[in-house]
Nanobody, 125 residues
């Protein structure tokens, strides 16, 4: 049974940084692709960033240059470094994972089987 546990959310001011972590257990981590998705109140879930099993990454346009996704295969953990945060980044951030995945499916939430409970990120002055 694959389990995902997110951490690192919180309340920050605009321009500040946060680092989210997603610990993945119960599967062969190095074979899993992982993504971060977010959902703000009253809005649909949206793709934020993903890292393939081979290290390739993808980002939604609104976070390019500000967010960095990475993985540590020794710690079975995926990270999302978020810099220059904006109020519009406020949302619940969910980590998701799936075996393999090809590049064209990374942005599609329906392609992921395993999901974490989410961590709240609030950006406000």
């Amino acid at each position: 049974q694959v389990q995902l546990v997110e951490s690192g959310g919180g309340l920050v001011q605009p321009g500040e940084s946060l680092r989210l972590s997603c610990a993945i257990s119960g599967g062969t981590f190095r074979r899993h692709s992982a993504g971060w998705f977010r959902q703000a109140p009253g809005k649909e879930r949206e793709f934020v960033a993903a890292v393939k099993w081979n290290g390739d990454t993808a980002y939604t346009d609104s976070v390019k240059g500000r967010f960095t996704i990475s993985r540590d295969n020794a710690k079975n953990t995926v990270f999302l470094q978020m810099n220059s945060l904006k109020p519009e980044d406020t949302a619940v951030y969910h980590c998701a994972s799936e075996m393999g995945l090809i590049t064209s499916t990374l942005r599609n939430g329906a392609a992921y089987t395993y999901w974490g409970q989410g961590t709240q990120v609030t950006v406000s002055s």
